[in-house]
Structures are given as structure tokens and as C-alpha cells.
């Protein structure tokens, strides 16, 4: 499952470097967002504190915008909210960075993938459900793209979603989002308390991701 997951993000980069780059001639438009740090550090008993990325690493991720928090439940629990956006995709730049490519390159090793959905106020979505470890350390991690008010699981499709937005409405702008705990003891313990801070993040998540 996980190296046809390796070669799908293989094809789906090939996609995001030839089709819709090469398709669209005219300039994209991005759309007008508030900044991703006016997320919350408060949230249903959740307190946040923000972190940043090492400068490598955003040189490499080459976002316009990025926000790095850790959040502490009142219980002690720790999740980390990472939330990546793009305004527009450059011509012989790649920017799908996969969790599923960028975790074991750091290292961990990805030992169950699989989709998960998760019910909100109004409707239900679909996201990755990833068990990582690193030696004697395990995470649960929880990651998205979202396009357009569109949440979308699955690389491919988040690659054949932009090239269209990209064709009909001169857009191309992504996000990707990932909540990641540390796992101890039954990893269904951290599944449900990272499901729980979706479903208290996303409302804003959808107000400051563009749509």
C-alpha cells in the first residue's frame, strides 16, 4: 500500500510539473487570505505556542505562508499543528511535499496508512491516517491538502484538482494540513484526541484557507 502510495506521489509530481504549468500561460491569481498566526492559540481547552521552522526547511518547502504551533490539552496530552500554504505553484518548482515522502526521509518509518473519516458540524471529510515511528518513538499523524474550501486525501487527486482550478479559474493555490501526537501506549487513545482538535480547528482552518 505504501510504495504504490510512493509511486502514485512519483506520478502526481511528474503531473504537477508538466500539465498544469505548462497548460496555464496566463498568471494565476491569488486570492486574498488573512495570515495563517491569526489562527487561535486558544481552542476548547487547547493552548497553543508557536514554533518556526529551521530555515533549511523552508527553503526547501518554499511556502508563502506557514503556521507551526503545539498545542497542550488540559489533561497534559501534546499534538503539533502544522499547516503549509502555497499561493501559487511556479513554473519548475515542486511543491507537492507528501508527508508520505518528507516523514522517511527524516527517518521514520511509515508502518500503517490508511484513510480516515472524520464527521463535523456539517458534513464529513476524508484524511490520511499515518502510525510513524523512529526508533522507540511512534506518532499518529493526520494530514490533508485542501484546495478551495476541498478537502482531498489522496495525492493524485489533490494534483488533478489544482491543474483543473488551474484551467477554469485561473487558480492555484494549496494547503497541507497535518496534526501529529505522539503515541503512547493504544494509538486509538491518540487517534481520538487528534480527531477531536480537528474537528475544534477546522472551522478555522476553512475561514483562513482561501475558497
Known amino acids: 500500500m505504501i510504495a504504490r502510495t510512493s509511486c502514485l506521489i512519483a506520478l502526481a509530481t511528474i503531473v504537477l510539473a508538466i500539465f498544469p504549468l505548462k497548460a496555464v500561460t496566463h498568471e494565476s491569481t491569488i486570492p486574498t487570505r488573512e495570515p495563517l498566526n491569526t489562527f487561535p492559540l486558544s481552542l ?3 493552548e497553543g505556542r508557536t514554533e518556526f521552522l529551521e530555515p533549511g526547511i523552508l527553503q526547501t518547502l518554499q511556502v ?9 490539552a488540559p489533561a497534559g496530552s501534546e499534538l503539533w499543528l502544522y499547516v503549509g500554504y502555497w499561493g501559487s505553484q511556479r513554473p ?26 472524520i464527521r463535523l458540524a456539517d458534513r464529513t471529510i476524508i484524511v490520511n491516517r499515518a502510525e510513524v515511528q523512529k526508533d522507540e518513538a511512534r506518532q499518529v499523524v493526520l494530514y490533508w491538502y485542501q484546495i478551495k474550501g476541498t478537502v482531498v486525501a489522496k495525492e ?4 488533478t484538482f489544482l491543474a483543473w482550478t488551474s484551467l477554469t479559474q485561473h487558480r492555484n493555490d494549496e494547503a497541507l494540513v497535518r496534526i501529529t ?24 482552518l476553512d475561514r483562513l484557507l482561501p475558497r
Open 44 to 46: 476548547e481547552g487547547w
Open 64 to 72: 508563502d505562508d506557514y503556521l507551526l504551533r503545539r498545542y497542550r
Open 92 to 117: 519548475g518548482v515542486n511543491r507537492l511535499h507528501s508527508p508520505v515522502v518528507c516523514l522517511p526521509a527524516a527517518g521514520w518509518i511509515i508502518a500503517n496508512l490508511q484513510n480516515m473519516p
Open 156 to 159: 493524485l487527486s489533490a494534483v
Open 181 to 204: 501526537a505522539p503515541a503512547f501506549g493504544h494509538s486509538q487513545d491518540t487517534l481520538r484526541s487528534e480527531a477531536a482538535f480537528l474537528q475544534a480547528a477546522f472551522p478555522h
